[in-house]
């Protein structure tokens, strides 16, 4: 058994999580992120097909899988901490927010989560021995012995001060990306009509 930090076990944990689905492959917390399909593997792969069809998505459409990942984890528990703009007019996402966002799923999906949203990644023992390792972590502040299974019980996530406020900024930054895909897909469409015609001309 190896000790991993946070930031290395979470990523297992995601690409252990994401194996096998078209066109995802997570190697980094960056471009790996990038066209939304990772978020929506990690959604389906808890949460199955009725909350979300991965099968019908495509990595072309970028901007429609990411805000369709943040609107799916913000209903469920998990707010939506990234801009859907900013993850695909940027080359590269900015890291350490994606870290912030995927610890979130960590600790709403894993066994060793709270079943909550929360922030941080502890001290993280790496299991050995299996083509799928298990990646488990420990609350960033908890003096709690690291665990290399699954338990039944886990530390509570203390909510900051402050709790309301972030929630109600979530709220609105996801209101402003829902509005701006709504833009996205009014000109995409108005794009299409306009072709549409000009066929029609020639």
């Not at 709220?171 to 402003?176: F, M, T």
Request: aromatic share 8%.
């Amino acid at each position: 058994m190896s000790r991993a930090t946070g930031k290395e076990a979470l990523l297992l944990w995601c690409k252990n999580n994401t194996i096998g689905y078209k066109d995802v492959n997570v190697t980094n917390f960056t471009t790996s992120w990038k066209d939304g399909l990772a978020f929506c593997a990690l959604i389906h792969r808890f949460m199955g097909s009725s909350v979300l069809d991965f099968d019908s998505l495509k990595k072309s459409n970028a901007e429609f899988n990411l805000q369709l990942a943040f609107n799916v984890g913000d209903s469920n528990g998990i707010p939506a901490l990234l801009d859907v703009e900013d993850m695909v007019s940027i080359p590269v996402p900015e890291m350490f927010s994606v870290i912030t966002y995927l610890s979130q799923y960590y600790h709403r999906f894993s066994p060793n989560g709270s079943g909550k949203s929360g922030s941080g990644l502890g001290t993280i023992s790496e299991s050995s021995g299996s083509g799928n390792a298990a990646a488990t972590a420990s609350p960033a502040n908890s003096n709690s012995a690291v665990k290399t299974a699954p338990s039944t019980s886990s530390a509570s996530i203390q909510k900051p001060a402050n709790w309301d406020a972030i929630e109600e900024q979530n709220k609105k930054k996801l209101q402003e990306n829902q509005n701006k895909m709504d833009e996205w897909k009014k000109a995409l469409q108005t794009k299409k009509e306009e072709e549409e015609r000009a066929k029609i001309r020639l």
